[in-house]
């Protein structure tokens, strides 16, 4: 097995360009005490399979006074539009987050079904095209490195949703995302499932400790699915 020093070597090349995304010096921000009432990269519309439609939830994180904001709907980025016009038609405001594109997207990574977050990405791109059709893709478009790939191609970071909610242990879910190139991990999530969203303290400052260890950009969200953004 290539040892770590060569791993991170490689992750760093393929990272480079992905890098100069101006969101990296967020998620370069993100500690425990982000989520979810300052920084939520991860939640959903009616678009996919979320509670809130996409004027509904800007209104959400307004109230909030949420700083940044990403919605990551499941193969879709139908919401992005709507969200950019309602924030060019009250650009008056005051307590608009930092809006930023994203997508969550199925794969495949070691024979397992993950969920692999686009985030800052040119929705526009033809790399991207394939998986914003409302369903995951098939064949080479549903592995892993083609996910990975294709987030970079389309100007974006990918992040590893979540990496404690599969069947495989996270320990060997975040070293194999490792070697084949992701920018980052989902570091502070609710797995309890909370009425009040909080991160899972032990499970987290584990994920974290390997984050940092791989020396990978971290994220965080609430993945709101119903009518709150301080729950999932």
Known sequence: M???????????????????????SILDSIDR????????????????????????????ACELN????????????????????WINRHSNLKNIPVFWTGVEISCLLSGCLVHIIGLGIDI???????????????GNFLRAETVIESIRRAKGISILAHPARYRLDYNFIIEKAYMIGISGIEVWYDYENSTQ????????????????????????????????????
Do not use: M
């Open 33 to 60: 005490n982000s989520c979810p009432r300052n920084i939520n990269l991860h939640c959903h519309t009616t678009f996919s399979d979320g509670s809130l439609d996409p004027i509904e939830l800007i209104d959400k």
């Open 66 to 85: 949420l700083k940044h904001l990403a919605v990551t709907d499941h193969h879709s980025v139908s919401a992005v539009p709507i969200i950019y016009e």
């Open 2 to 24: 290539q040892d770590l020093e060569e791993l991170r070597r490689k992750n760093l090349l393929l990272s480079n360009f992905s890098y100069l995304n101006p969101i990296v």
């Open 197 to 232: 969203w909080k991160y899972s303290d032990l499970i987290c400052k584990s994920i974290d400790k390997k984050t940092n260890e791989y020396q990978l950009l971290k994220s965080c969200g609430t993945d709101t699915h119903g009518y709150s953004l301080l729950g999932r």
């Open 124 to 138: 526009e791109s033809d790399y991207i095209y394939p998986y914003i059709q409302g369903e995951a893709t098939q």
